[in-house]
């Protein structure tokens, strides 16, 4: 199995992208491709999928998200096509979240999951997934919503955008979630 390819992307589509490794393609199935940028070389993390009548890569930006990837495709009724769309509009944090808090609405915008699998993914995952990278962005999320409590927004409104901010530092979070909030 392959860890991660690093190489320079030669091409974008709607659900993959073509990374060029010393002069091999490689297709890329990923939640983003539109994140990348061609001509430009990248890591990417991968999972190659190997069966009798499939032969897939799928891949992340990040090592977190290939990993919570590999977690998601364990549980039962719930296969790589059905969880690599999770990652095109929720986070690794607010995946993890979700699931701690058994939020069944949020997994259940996903593509393809429904209550059943939603409640599957929960039963199977809740409590397995943190680490101490969870706990602190946990603790980040905490102080991302005291300071926007302080600038006067309601819990419900703040609680809705801080699953969708992808930024590391505090105040990159803040200046994120803003935007989010005045774009309502």
Known sequence: MYTYLKGIVTEIESNYIALDVNGVGYLIYTANPYSFNENEEVKVYVYNLVREDENSIYGFKTREERDLFLRLIE??????????????????????????????????????????????????????????????????????????????????????????????????????ALKLLLTK
């Not at 939603?118 to 919503?145: C, H, M, Y």
């Open 75 to 176: 549980v039962k009724g719930l296969g790589c096509k059905m969880a690599l769309p999770m990652f095109a509009t929720g986070g690794v944090s607010g995946i993890i979240d979700a699931i701690e808090r058994e939020n069944i609405l949020y997994l259940k915008k996903f593509p393809k999951i429904g209550d059943k699998v939603a409640r599957q993914i929960i039963l199977d995952l809740k409590g397995k997934l943190v680490s101490n990278e969870v706990s602190n962005n946990k603790e980040q999320n905490e102080e991302l919503f005291e300071a926007l409590k302080a600038l006067g927004y309601k819990p419900a409104d703040i609680n809705k955008v801080i699953p969708k901010v992808k930024n590391d530092k505090i105040e990159n979070q803040i200046k994120e």
